[in-house]
Every structure is written in structure tokens, then in C-alpha cells.
């Protein structure tokens, strides 16, 4: 079964960075499109960033600008830099693949910005 392992949330003011990262494994992740989602509390699971396996991006109007995702294909990673941050980006947020395996989430990664 795949595995996804997010780290790098934490608690960060308003206009803060962060760069979230994904450990993937028992996966051909070269070939998969990834994506981070993340979920508010009392919300639905949001994509937010979109990278296909030919490396092009797409993200969520809300993020545009302020996030960028990458992929390292030789290390079974993707990652999530975010900057200028705000107080609606706190969720907790997910790697999966794109369309999402539903059986494959990981814990997620708590990111909570606030003064």
C-alpha cells in the first residue's frame, strides 16, 4: 500500500513562511501527478496545489501566488513552499497523489497561522 508522510507545519504569524514536505513510498511516484489538500476545521478536503508527473503546476485561486509546489522524483518527495502566509490557510494539509488514493492518506501536517 502506498505510504505518504507529510512534516514541516508548525505555528507561524500572518505573513510568515513555511515549506511543507512529503515522503512517498511503495509507489511509482515519477509517474503519478501529485497534490497537497488540506482541510479546515468544519470544511471539506481542498486541493490547493496540483504538479503532474511532467513537472507543470496548477493551484487553487486562493493559494496563487503564495504557494509553490516541486518534486523531486530521485527522492520520492513533493513539497509545498508557502509564503505570505494567512490566518485561512490553517488546516491541516495532505499529500496524495492526483486524483487522491482514498486509502493512502497519510496524518496530515498541522499549520496554523496566527498572531
Known amino acids: 500500500q502506498v505510504q505518504l508522510v507529510e512534516s514541516g507545519g508548525g505555528l507561524v504569524q500572518p505573513g510568515g513562511s513555511l515549506r511543507l514536505s512529503c515522503a512517498a513510498s511503495?509507489?511509482?511516484?515519477?509517474?503519478?501527478?501529485m497534490g497537497w489538500y488540506r482541510q479546515a476545521p468544519g470544511n471539506q478536503r481542498e486541493l490547493v496545489a496540483t504538479?503532474?508527473?511532467?513537472?507543470?503546476?496548477d493551484y487553487a485561486d486562493a493559494v496563487k501566488g503564495r504557494f509553490t509546489i516541486s518534486r523531486d522524483n530521485a527522492k520520492n518527495m513533493v513539497y509545498l513552499q508557502m509564503n505570505s502566509l494567512k490566518p485561512d490557510d490553517t488546516a491541516v494539509y495532505y499529500c496524495?497523489?492526483?486524483?487522491?488514493?482514498?486509502?493512502?492518506w497519510g496524518q496530515g501536517t498541522q499549520v496554523t497561522v496566527s498572531s
Open positions: 504538479i503532474t508527473s511532467t513537472g507543470r503546476t
Open positions: 496524495n497523489t492526483v486524483p487522491a488514493l482514498r486509502r493512502s
Open positions: 511503495r509507489i511509482s511516484f515519477s509517474t503519478y501527478n
